[in-house]
């Protein structure tokens, strides 16, 4: 895909995603034009002070609540990247209907607005937590999932074409464990839920790239997976409290032991490649199914699982990997 004659809009492009995936874009693939799309004004105008004013930079303050907003932002887009979303396990557990609202109706929103202003490619971020989830956040990131791929059904016979990205745990992004323990230095004393946690781990600029190299990739209906590291826990608090004192403190509620990326039956319709895995569209006709013949099929009971991944990170490499976030936390800028 040729990107410099691309209008993108990035819903909840202030986040950690949305500011690495803008940057990325500027300095790799200088876009037409790049909107970013969120409801909080500070947060738009923090962002314009921190450089983020290129000329091609458009700040269009909305919610993906909000239909008719979001089509009023997507006249003359050609690429939506959906990352708008309430995150944080606790907050959507305590407030379901908010985290209905914006994860599930405003991606919806985001989909049905997207048909409607003829955009071509639309690629909403999803999350491990999706398959086969332990919590709201969990199911709400399954609809939106499903909304997305399901959409390609009713726009089979216009230009518009929908997928997802998939992935674990982002090191250092807002809502991460990575803040905290580095709070936690200090005292000496890390805060663990169970010593037998695993998770999924990748880097923003990973993350940021996977979601470039899928966007140009993609024919619509996919979801795509990166092969990631796991870690446990309780070696990512060696690596940052090297002499830490464990305080285990029970796993909270909708919180999992390990974490899923691709589930029994999804593996029945997925594609395995090199650096990814494609599950294609389990039931439809419609298309996203060349993949088939550009990898290998999985085994009818493969699970990609955070405890059962043959890639796993020891303490030196989450050491390499938690670095770049020391500096910024010394200097007040790591969000938590």
């Not at 990035?10 to 874009?25: A, D, N, P, V």
Request: hydrophobic letters at 40%; a neutral charge; proline letters at 4%.
């Amino acid at each position: 895909m040729d990107w410099k004659n691309q209008v993108v809009l990035i819903t909840g492009g202030t986040g950690s995603f949305g500011k690495k995936f803008t940057r990325t874009l500027l300095e790799e693939k200088q876009p037409k034009k790049i909107i970013i799309f969120s409801r909080d004004e500070l947060k738009q105008h923090e962002m314009q002070v921190h450089g983020f004013n290129h000329p091609s930079l458009r700040y269009f303050i909305g919610d993906i609540r909000d239909r008719e907003r979001l089509v009023r932002a997507m006249h003359g887009v050609d690429v939506v990247v959906h990352a708008a979303a309430l995150k944080q396990v606790p907050a959507c557990e305590y407030n379901p209907m908010e985290a209905i609202k914006t994860n599930i109706m405003g991606t919806a929103n985001v989909v049905e607005a997207a048909l409607d202003a003829g955009v071509k490619k639309v690629m909403t971020i999803s999350t491990d937590k999706a398959v086969s989830p332990a919590n709201l956040y969990g199911a709400t990131k399954l609809a939106a999932e499903k909304l997305t791929v399901q959409s390609n059904a009713y726009a089979a016979g216009t230009a518009t074409r929908y997928s997802c990205v998939r992935y674990g745990n982002v090191v250092g992004s807002r809502g991460s464990v990575v803040p905290l323990f580095l709070k936690q230095r200090e005292s000496g004393t890390v805060t663990i839920t169970d010593e037998r946690m695993t998770r999924f781990w990748l880097s923003l600029d990973q993350g940021v790239k996977f979601v470039i190299d899928c966007i140009d990739q993609m024919e619509g209906g996919e979801v795509f997976v990166p092969k990631i590291p796991s870690t446990k826990v309780v070696d990512l608090a060696k690596a940052i409290v090297p002499n830490a004192k464990l305080n285990i403190i029970g796993i909270r509620p909708g919180e999992k032991l390990h974490e899923d990326l691709i589930s029994t039956d999804e593996a029945r319709h997925t594609i395995e490649l090199e650096k990814m895995y494609v599950i294609q569209p389990a039931e439809a006709v419609w298309f996203g199914y060349s993949w088939k013949d550009k990898g290998n099929r999985l085994p009818d009971d493969y699970r990609y699982t955070s405890d059962n991944n043959t890639e796993w990170l020891d303490v030196e490499g989450i050491q390499k990997f938690v670095a770049p976030f020391e500096e910024l936390f010394k200097q007040g800028k790591l969000e938590g």
